[in-house]
């Protein structure tokens, strides 16, 4: 019940956001475009109802294009590359987590200073770098390890993964890092250690279990910050996604249909996370 | 703080880049030198854009400028907007954050809930999707002023990200209401403002101060992506002639203009959309550096305290060990 409340709560939102413009756009002129607004809204949620019908002009095909099923493979790829690059970052910086816990003091505060500073690479300049290092890389040796961008309707995975998931798994090795660092501090680790286990042991079966809880409500804030860096990924790869979908139909239905489509899966996964985790953890209170 | 040196080079970078900027401007006008070809023994060696070389040390756009010229005169409209948004944000967010955490606390779940939706709104879409009809040139020309456009666009970009940082303070005071001091202040009879004036204010000025920093990251990278979306701080002048249309155009020289114009010249001209990213890249990380100088300066001593006396602790423990081993071995002896 709550969960739907939540669920509806959400979409409200983002269906007030999808109309904002037409108030800016009233500001421009000093005034206050109330019933404008109002009125975009019911546009959109009445455009909104035969679902099979919504069409959109894509301006590669130079033709209109219903949602299913032609939209939906854009953004069902899209998605591919978001969640592939979110594993890969959560899985890349727990492995490094958990080497870099085996390290001594000293060198565990230098990665977290370096980690902190590497932090405020902008992501254009990651993906830059990257296709600037392939092309570079094909004139040295006549091996293209990936292509850099798309043609027609191709698909390309592992240079946008890839750049999609450097700047995350920095973020989420930093976090990581915290937490297990804050967890080492707990009482049962000193009595497992006293108890003989060694330090990998506790790291991986003890710690791990605990910290992993933190770890999954930080890699919300996580995602926000990947949705952005999607973005700009779709517009530099010219990849066929939902992003760059979206920037050629900038008007409120577009706007709703594009967040929608990772307001969904997104939401699902972390209500089930949040549901998960918290039933365990009252679990553990029980006993 | 000032002795920090994380601080110090921090701040003298983004110095640096503002004073410059208006020296810049001051010495050698609102124009960058132009340099249409290199002439090496009296013949035209390269036309534009230049590569980097000594004379242009990033080279030159594709009419002739310095590049070097163009992003020290942008600096000072980047800068200045990026810190005005996260000024005029925070002054937004932080009161309403208290006013949330303190006087309507019985709503700060349903609240919060509704601003989480915000979580799934990729930051880059929505301020591009909402700037755009202040920013892109309508057919017949601005009807607003240069200024007034930036200051359209630091107030929205401002208020986008303003419920999540609310929440982030509610939440945080929320915590801090629960404290014993602040029940004890209650019950001596301080008021609601009192508490949050004398309590919670002095306890969070650091998170805060973070927080800051940290919009002001973030606001770099917005301007960046929505440079991409060649949406320019301060309006882009769009070309409709239907023949000869020239891109879209940045009307100051600010930094994600530069970059958002010149992206499509990457292969052929790196320097060209490379040295603005560098720049926006140099900026942020002159703020992360200002952020860890002043935590650090904050609380260095509580640092070293904690390290001292553990590793004091472990030595004398040890020297206690030993002296016991002595004893020991001594009687053994005996």
New interface residues.
Partial sequence: MRFL??FL??????VL?GS??VL??G??NAEWRWKDYFDSIRITLEELWPLGEIAFFNYRAQQSMPLFPNIFEYIIYSLQILFLALLAAVVVSLVLTVITMLLSERARERVK?SL??L???????II?LA??AV?LFFKQTGILISKIAVVGDDRIYMLPVLCLAILPTIQLYRLSMLTFQEEERQMYVDLARALGFSKVYIILVHMFRNAIISVFFQS??T??FM??N???LE??FNLPGM?LF??DN?HPLG?LV??CS??LP??FLYSFGEWYFVRRMRGKEAV | MWKQPYFVIGFSILAFFLIGSFVYEWIWGDVPRQTLYLMENGRAVEGTPISPNWQNPLGTDQYGYDLLGKLMLGAKYTILAALAVAALRMLIAVPLGYILGTYLDKHRKWISSLADSMHYIPLTLFAAYVLRPVLWMPPEGFTSTIWERIGMQVIIMALLTVPIVAILVANEAALLRDKEYILAAKTLGAGRLRIIRKHLYPQMREKIAVLYGQQVMETFIVFAHLGLLSLFLGGTKVSYDPLFADPPMSISYEWAGLFGSTFRYLQGAPWLPLAPVLFIGLAIFAVSMMMEGYLRSKNPKVKRNKKATAEDSVVEWNREQLREQMVRIKQNKQ
């Fill in positions: 409340l939540k709560i959400g979409i409200a939102g983002i956001a904002l413009p800016i756009a500001w421009l200073v902190y500073f932090e405020s690479v902008p992501d254009l300049l830059m296709q600037l092309v919300k804030k995602m926000w949705l952005s999607l973005f700009v517009l530099m992003m979206l920037s900038m706007f594009a967040v990772f307001f997104m939401f």
